[in-house]
């Protein structure tokens, strides 16, 4: 088989295919990590380089995204810990008060999509929350969402949160949504602000110091 | 110039012609006004009195301002707005406005179509499609709203005339219910329904033509109650993003498009009145689709979206479509904004827009809840300063 192809599917969202071409591979000895790292992360990378160049949309990335989710519950199970490593573990969610979860998804199809380890935490989260799933998953980054001009103070409850608990030196802040602009990520100390989820992905790479 | 009345003066900017003043709108539609934390602040700040404004769309907490404000102002719209059915059935509230017309109560309620809506800060977002499961085949049992009880247009036509007898205001109608895009994302779930677009096209395809249906049948009955007597139609419709469309416009021409065509066609065909149509977001992109729909009216004009700056609008499209806000930024300009930026703000944007017509004074979305109220009478205050044709926008030093 051309395992090219399962870059192909992937990028144009075809589920069933890239589903069948993983199992194909791996019957045929391809290790799962190489699927992961030579084929699915290049092809989210290409989806979120023509999302951002108004190529694809949002319907073309959720199905990308999709594909991708099919092919990784497959191959998850079987990597070992020196398989691949995970590019670093993100806990994700939209701040307290707001409900809004697309932009927030499509950010955390993305990260997974780069090789991030996601914990997603939902909607409405409440600051606390997020304080707990950074002590238990020891995350490296926290990603913040909000939609709503109203909401975003909560972000920086979060954020003031995060640094009561000690944890706030332990862990890189990039928030993002609608209302969020670079100069208030500025004002409430966060460490990045991604206008959309492929810089989202770039943001957090930098931060973490791998691109 | 000779003095206008409301009406005149609407209907000459949506003809392209420069009337008297910039029309003013300030609640005739229900992206055109100010939360409802948002006006108890204005009408303390006022020394207002008046109280029990009615909640005109309880999802987004937005009220019609009461009279002393919309006089004040020199707001130049009134709004009729269907009434809700005898019936919403099971517990679901209906679409939009409640029975008392006071709002919600409690963090969550089911609209007509069964969709549960969940209390954010101040206003409900939908929080559980009532279609998120739905096959093919459940798209023919499903309940769904019925447009043709008699109470959803009982007394309306009296309320115009009466209106159209003791004012000149201009008229604006609409049928509180979402276009068929909208409407699909809300009642299928967002991404269900934008994956639908491409996995499933034939349940996607047969839910916009259901819901078009709806918005034809509920329209159907409002035009024939008051369409004769009304100047402006208003149809919801979000298509745009922060960052450009949901969907590409060639996914837009191929599958959205028929039922706007559809939709548009039945509206225009059934009465005179102008059609507006609102779509948040970045929509530059189909801008000309709607002009090719005969479309008279967009709203809101987001320019804090992408591709919507509004010296490029009125150049491509101005003598085409009528700019129906766009004349302040209520996302990221105003809660920070002071009066006085705030007054210069309006009249740069009076002074893009106004020019040769086609132009009403609206923001870019309602006035948020967290938006002082000096900032939101400052707006007005501007509006007011800066309407006069020909060009009283012009700096004065």
Redesign the interface.
């Known amino acids: 088989m051309e395992l090219r192809q399962i870059y192909e599917y992937t990028v144009s ?1 075809n ?1 069933p295919k890239v589903k069948e071409l993983t199992e194909q591979a791996l019957a045929e000895g391809v290790a799962p990590g190489e699927i992961i790292s030579k084929y699915l992360i290049p092809a989210m990378a290409e989806v979120g380089d023509r999302f951002e160049r ?1 190529e ?5 990335l ?2 990308a995204a ?1 594909a991708m989710q099919g092919a990784l519950a497959i191959l998850k199970p079987l990597l070992t810990d020196t398989d691949l490593k995970p590019a670093g573990k993100v806990v994700i969610g939209t701040v307290k ?4 979860d ?1 932009g927030k ?1 499509l950010v955390s199809m993305m990260l997974q999509g780069a090789g991030f380890e996601i914990v997603d935490l939902g909607v ?1 989260v409440p600051p606390e929350k997020f304080v707990d799933a950074v002590k238990q998953s020891k995350a490296d980054v926290v990603a913040l969402s909000a939609l ?4 975003m103070p909560s972000m920086k409850t979060t954020i003031d949160a995060l640094q009561a608990a000690g944890l706030r030196e332990r862990v890189k802040v990039v928030i993002g949504g ?2 969020v ?1 670079q100069r208030y990520a500025d004002e409430i100390g966060a460490d990045g602000y991604a ?2 989820a492929n810089s989202a992905v770039r943001r957090t790479r930098q931060l973490l110091g791998l691109a | 110039m000779a003095s206008m009345t409301s009406r005149e003066r609407v209907l000459t900017t949506l003809n392209h012609q420069e009337p008297d003043k910039v029309p003013i709108d300030m609640g005739g539609v229900v992206t055109t006004s100010i939360s409802r934390i948002g006006n108890e602040r204005l009408k303390a700040y006022m020394g207002v009195t008046a109280s029990n404004e009615i909640v005109s769309q309880p999802a987004l907490d937005v009220v019609v301002p009461c009279e002393e404000i919309l006089t004040h102002f020199e707001v130049d719209f009134r709004a009729v707005r269907m009434r809700p059915p005898s019936d919403t059935g099971e517990g679901r509230q209906s679409w939009f406005v409640p029975k008392d017309g006071k709002g919600v109560k409690g963090d969550h309620f089911f609209d007509e179509f069964g969709n549960r809506w ?1 209390l ?3 206003d409900y ?1 939908p ?1 559980g499609p009532a279609l998120a499961n739905a096959t093919l085949s459940d798209l023919d049992t499903c309940i769904w709203p019925d447009p043709h009880d008699p109470a959803r247009v009982a007394g309306l036509r009296e309320e115009t005339l009466a209106l159209r007898a003791s004012t000149e205001y201009a008229i604006t109608a609409d049928i509180m219910c979402g276009g068929p895009f909208e409407q699909a994302l809300w009642t299928r779930g ?2 269900q329904f ?2 639908d ?3 499933d096209r034939r349940f996607a395809d047969k839910l916009l033509g259901k819901i078009t249906d709806l918005d034809i049948a509920l329209w159907d009955a409002q035009l024939k109650a008051i369409g004769d007597i009304v100047d402006v139609v208003c149809q919801g419709e979000d298509m745009g ?8 416009p060639e ?1 837009y021409r191929e599958v959205i498009k028929p039922h706007h065509q559809r939709l548009f066609s039945f509206i225009k065909a059934n009465t005179r009145a102008k059609l507006f149509v609102h779509s948040c977001g970045s929509v530059y992109a189909i801008i000309p689709d709607y002009i090719e729909m005969g479309v008279d009216a967009l709203n809101p004009v987001q320019t804090g979206a992408r591709d919507m700056d509004l010296v490029r609008l009125k150049r491509e499209f101005g003598r085409d479509i009528t700019f129906w806000g766009g004349a302040f930024e209520t ?2 300009f105003l ?1 920070k904004a002071t009066p006085e930026e705030i007054r210069e703000h309006v009249r740069r944007n009076i002074e893009i827009l106004a020019p040769g017509g086609g132009f009403v004074f609206a923001g870019t979305h309602n006035i ?3 938006t002082a109220p000096e900032k939101a009478y400052a707006v007005y205050a501007a509006a007011k300063e800066f309407r006069n044709y020909p060009d009283g926008w012009r700096r004065s030093s």
């Not at chain 1, 694809?56 to 073309?60: G, I, L």
């Not at chain 2, 993003?241 to 590409?248: A, E, K, P, R």
């Open positions: 969202g589920a108004n694809f949309y949002v319907p073309e959720l199905i999709r008060g707001d409900l809004h697309i998804n409405d709503l001009t109203t909401t609608a209302p602009t206008p959309d | 969940q954010a800060e101040f977002s929080a967002y991404e934008l994956i677009l491409h996995w993003t922060q960052h450009g469309l949901y969907i590409s996914l996302q990221y809660p948020t809840p967290e």
